[in-house]
């Protein structure tokens, strides 16, 4: 498995000590208060034993009304299992939807802990082409060219991670229409569901119900809750049977007090949530503007919180121009190679930042980039 280099800027950040830090990409939110007295209350009335595999009922149930409510899916309890993180959900999936020696096809660019995923459970990773020409939507016709007699996934992830994109109903339709005509799977991420700025998230299972979805969603972003570790999937009811059986083997449950603070998310007032999205939002705006300003094209994102920068025309590969950034200008972004061979001429600044970063690290940037290209 590559290291990850994200985690080589992350630490080179860390080690410089005064960077500022548009690589990470996890919310500068502290989680709401309602939440961790959820937790707290649970961890002192010993509300700490193992917990179903699948997750516990109420919190089941809760993730049924929500998707009901913001996903526009009629999802019930028996679909949804509690998992560790999103991620414990895509490893899951993976390992339930495809077996060793399977391909399974991935966006470039995109995010790369699924190439790890992919990589641990055996899987041969093929990576499909997000054409800037097509606004980053993938193109049906192109992926299935790709498919083979060991084709087993087509993975999205919409709000994209790193570009933002969302899904068009057109592209679900194609996607929906293919992965049922060729027998595969779509398996979708959605962990930025609610993150979405221009209108409701398109969800694919509410665009184009079907039995070959399985879908990620994840308390991390949405909540500023990456650390609690609770995420789910959303099956089939006999493949979310599979998928609890199998985390049984992995991380068994996930911990009861981060249940119980999950529960209290989706029934606390959802205005927490309002207020992140409206603030990734306008510092979007404000980091658009910049890089317009800088001469910088970027993609605009329509939820998510990250912009994918061009910076070609600095003339270095990704890699030497996040580490020449951080060197000379002291800012830190996400290398585009780190999200595919297709990336390389650009890179990835998370909106998770303060107002005052997101300025000043733009500015940096652009004046780095005019410095290269003799503006
Ligand atoms: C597209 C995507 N999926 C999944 C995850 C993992 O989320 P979690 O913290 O819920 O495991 C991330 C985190 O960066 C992500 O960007």
Known sequence: MAPSIIRELMD??????????????QPDFSTPVHVVEAADRAARDGVVGYAPNAGI????????????RVNGTDATAGQVVVTTGGMGAIFTSLRVLADVGDEVLLPDPGWP???????????????????????????????????????????????????GVVLSEDSIHGLVELVERRGLWLLCDQVYDELTFDGPPRTVAAVAPSPRIVTIHSFSKVYAMCGWRVGYAVAPVAVARRLTEVQEAVTS????????AALAALEGPQAVVAEMRDAYRARRDLVLDGLRAAGVPAVRPAG????????????????????????????????????????????????????????????????????????
């Open 253 to 260: 449950s996930v911990n009861l007090p981060a249940q119980h």
């Open 113 to 163: 802990n699924f190439e790890m995923a992919a990589g641990l459970l055996g899987l041969r990773v093929v990576r499909y082409r997000l054409d800037p020409a097509r606004g980053h939507q993938p193109d049906p016709a192109e992926l299935e060219a790709l498919v083979t007699d060991r084709t087993a996934v087509i993975v999205t992830v919409s709000p994209s991670n790193p570009l």
């Open 57 to 68: 009922p109420e919190l089941r149930d809760a993730l049924a009304d929500k998707l009901r």
């Open 12 to 25: 080179a950040a860390w080690e410089r000590g005064d960077a500022i830090r548009l690589e990470v990409g």
């Open 304 to 375: 998510a919180f990250y912009v994918w920068a061009d910076v070609s025309a600095a003339g270095l590969g990704s890699h030497a121009f996040s580490h020449e950034l951080l060197r000379e200008g002291g800012v830190a972004v996400a290398p585009g190679i780190a999200f595919g061979a297709t990336g390389d001429h650009a890179v990835r600044l998370s909106l998770a930042s303060s107002d005052a970063d997101l300025a000043e690290g733009v500015r940096r940037l652009g004046a780095f980039v005019g410095a290269r290209v003799g503006r």
